[in-house]
Nanobody
Framework: QVQLVESGGGLVQPGGSLRLSCVVS????????MGWYRQAQGKQRELVAT???????NYADSVKGRFTISRDNAKNTVYLQMNSLKPEDTALYYC???????????WGQGTQVTVSS
């Protein structure tokens, strides 16, 4: 059974940084395209960043230049480095894994990021 476990969330002041991690277990990590999504209170879940075929990255316009997605296949982990955080980045951040061959998608439970002074 594929499991995704996020960590690294917390409370940070505006302008600060956090690094989220998502560890995948139960399958071969390299066969998945990975992504980060977020859902703010009262809003729909939205794409933050994806990393496809191991190297092709894509970002929401709202985080371009501030966030960086990366992966370490040896550690079965995908990261989201978040810099210059803003209050509007406050949300529950979810890790997502999509198996390339089947399109099956798995989700983690989420990690809360709160940006506030």
């Amino acid at each position: 059974q594929v499991q995704l476990v996020e960590s690294g969330g917390g409370l940070v002041q505006p302008g600060g940084s956090l690094r989220l991690s998502c560890v995948v277990s139960g399958s071969i990590f390299s066969i998945y395209d990975m992504g980060w999504y977020r859902q703010a209170q009262g809003k729909q879940r939205e794409l933050v960043a994806t990393i496809i075929s191991g190297a092709i990255t894509n970002y929401a316009d709202s985080v371009k230049g501030r966030f960086t997605i990366s992966r370490d296949n040896a550690k079965n982990t995908v990261y989201l480095q978040m810099n210059s955080l803003k209050p509007e980045d406050t949300a529950l951040y979810y890790c997502n894994a999509e198996r390339r061959s089947t399109g099956i998608v798995y989700w983690g439970q989420g990690t809360q990021v709160t940006v506030s002074s």
